[in-house]
């Protein structure tokens, strides 16, 4: 394990708990822990007596999976469950959730989980969790709503479990008080959360900004959260999202003016992609659509549950006849339509994908309609947007992302939203969280100018035991961290060597040789018949794989005996040949999958 360096100055930054780099990279989980990863994985004991430790399960050095594990004595309590999108380097992957075995191996039941929001990077890997939770599973009446349809879709009933809380409100698990406090968001119901414990107080801020035009009109309890710095706060878990931005994000009024203009200038349908739980920015849709007389229509089934579970508790307020059915569309000029559509990451199953490439049942563009992309680009997607952007244009829709007027402002607090808020709670430790590495270290430093050094440190990474009583603070040690890659379709946990395999194939190609062999007589019954996919058919490549059935003839001739007996022998004898033909005449190394068939 690398040394722990403690009391060590980066510049003006004092960092008082950092790892070295890891000497291996993280592991992509899976659901089984080996007995060799269950021996070299440190044991951090959650029966420690008086001991205070947060550990840090996902969320840090990335965007999404955000889970962080709060241990005391023989209370562990999770603050939020999410997942992240995967990237292009995960072929076949639909979702990607932090590696759970720690929790399995060493918890074994949660006493609760507390949840923030209701995004699915704190949201997403709840039912994978679910069998691990022992107890209460407490959010604002909005949050629960959604993440109870989300369970329901895995076949989990969460009604018994589920403990509505409003902002404000207090409850006791165990020897903790836990208090939920309102913050500002993109969406209603967030909150920051604090643990009061006999060692101290702890802060999770959730993702917030500082909003003082919020949509709801529920502006974030800034006395609340000074009276608690005021008492005094032991350590801060802070948003880190938004830490290289200078100034303060912007209200999410800020995009009425800009989307004012889409709406007035577009002759044709004006079809909006956002987050499906960014209710607050449907909200200004809806309001707008009322304003310049157009009939919303929703397109996606998400975006459809969510408005109308916020609908039904109140979140979201659509006038009587104001929203369409999707099927509804074309009984309406274009004029008269606004749609809000899923798929503002270039996801290939969303709807707006389906519209891009034409095969939408009930929406089809026109070269008058305007697509507005309301959402960040989380990094990893820009490649998928740019894709569904081109298909979009290439039907002559007006594409718009940027301009002078904003049409989507962050949710995340920028640097000086990120300042008030270490001002307000004044923490002893200070731990940065929810962002990539480079926004968690900017972060610290915003922090070390605004307490003047008086705040430590503790720049954390995923797997990090942080210890923050008795004592000093500091990372105490690290467990077995990573990810757990799933498929959407069948819920299975994809494992590292199929991923690296789908890598490879995508990469080199693949060449599949069926042989029909008789073992008695010893020779080929007929010639070889070679399938190649993903090679390129040019001059060089072409003579070989033309050459490949007379040469398959020769290496059985050839063959041993003992290799005519046992086909792994003779398959790898056949492998091995081929992958040496293509890496000599032509340069390359595909996959080789020899097929042997005895007649």
Not at 78 to 94: K, Q, R
Not at 155 to 182: K, Y
Not at 259 to 264: G, L, V
Not at 369 to 388: E, L, Q, T, Y
């Amino acid at each position: 394990m690398p040394a722990l360096r403690k009391g060590r100055r980066h510049g003006q930054l004092h960092i008082i708990g950092i790892y070295l780099p890891q000497e291996k990279p993280c592991e992509f989980g899976t659901p089984q822990l080996s007995q060799e990863s269950m021996t070299l994985s440190p044991r951090v004991s959650t029966k420690k007596e008086g001991a205070l430790q947060v550990i840090a399960l996902g969320g840090l050095g990335e965007f999404g999976m955000n889970m962080l594990l709060v241990v005391w004595k023989d209370t562990a309590i999770l603050i939020d469950a999410g997942s992240m999108f995967p990237d292009p380097e995960l072929p076949g992957v639909d979702l990607v959730i932090p590696d759970l075995e720690y929790l399995k191996q060493n918890v074994g039941s949660l006493t609760a989980i507390t949840l923030t929001h209701a995004h699915e990077d704190h949201i997403g890997a709840l039912p994978y969790i679910w069998p691990l939770l022992d107890g209460p599973l407490y959010g604002t009446p909005l949050t629960l709503a959604l993440v109870e349809a989300k369970l329901l879709e895995h076949g989990l009933d969460a009604s018994e479990r589920c403990v509505a809380v409003e902002p404000g409100s207090t409850v006791e698990v165990d020897e903790m008080g836990i208090e939920f406090i309102q913050v500002t968001h993109s969406m209603p119901g967030c909150v920051a959360i604090a643990f009061h414990t006999p060692a101290g107080t702890i802060v999770n801020t959730g993702d917030f900004k500082f909003d003082h035009t919020p949509i709801d009109g529920q502006r974030a309890d800034m006395d609340r959260l000074a009276e608690l710095g005021k008492n005094g706060v032991l350590a801060l878990f802070g948003d880190s999202t938004n830490a290289n931005q200078p100034g303060q994000t912007g209200s999410e009024l800020d995009v009425v003016e800009g989307f004012e203009d889409i709406f007035a200038r577009t002759t044709g349908k004006v079809i909006i992609a956002a987050f499906s739980s960014s209710l607050h920015r449907i909200q200004v849709i809806a309001n707008l659509a009322v304003t310049f007389g157009r009939k919303l229509a929703f397109l996606g089934r998400r975006v459809i549950l969510n408005t109308q579970i916020a609908e039904r508790l109140g979140c979201l307020h659509l006038p009587a006849g104001l929203e369409i059915k999707h099927s509804e569309i074309k009984n309406f000029e274009s004029r008269h339509i606004v749609c809000v559509t899923t798929g503002s990451q270039g996801e290939s199953r969303s709807a707006l994908s389906r519209v891009a490439e034409t095969s939408h049942p009930h929406l089809n563009l026109e070269p008058a309609d305007s697509v507005v992309f309301s959402a960040r680009a989380i990094p990893g997607n820009r490649r998928a947007i740019g894709r569904v952007m081109n298909q979009l244009s290439l039907l002559g829709a007006e594409v718009i992302d940027e301009g002078p007027k904003p049409v989507h402002v962050s949710g995340h607090g920028s640097a000086e939203d990120l300042k008030l808020m270490l001002s307000l709670i004044k923490p002893r430790y200070f731990i940065p969280i929810h962002g990539e590495y480079r926004c968690l270290a900017e972060h610290a430093k915003l922090s070390n100018k605004v307490s003047d050094g008086k705040t430590d440190v503790i720049l954390a990474q995923n797997g990090d035991v942080i210890h923050l009583a008795p004592g000093s603070g500091h990372i105490s040690g690290k467990i077995n961290s990573g990810r757990t890659l799933l498929d959407g379709g069948s819920n299975c946990t994809i494992p590292e060597q199929v991923v690296r395999e789908r890598r490879r194939l995508a990469a080199t190609g693949v060449v599949v040789a069926y042989i029909a062999i008789n073992r008695r007589a010893g020779r080929v019954e007929a010639s070889p018949n070679v399938l190649t996919r993903g090679i390129s058919p040019d001059g060089d490549t072409s003579s070989l794989v033309r050459a490949i059935p007379e040469r398959l003839v020769a290496i059985v001739e050839e063959a041993e005996p003992a290799e005519l007996i046992d086909s792994e022998l003779l398959t790898e004898r056949v492998r091995t040949e081929l992958q040496r033909l293509f890496r000599k005449q032509v340069g390359l190394r595909p996959v080789v999958l020899p097929v042997i068939m005895e007649v």
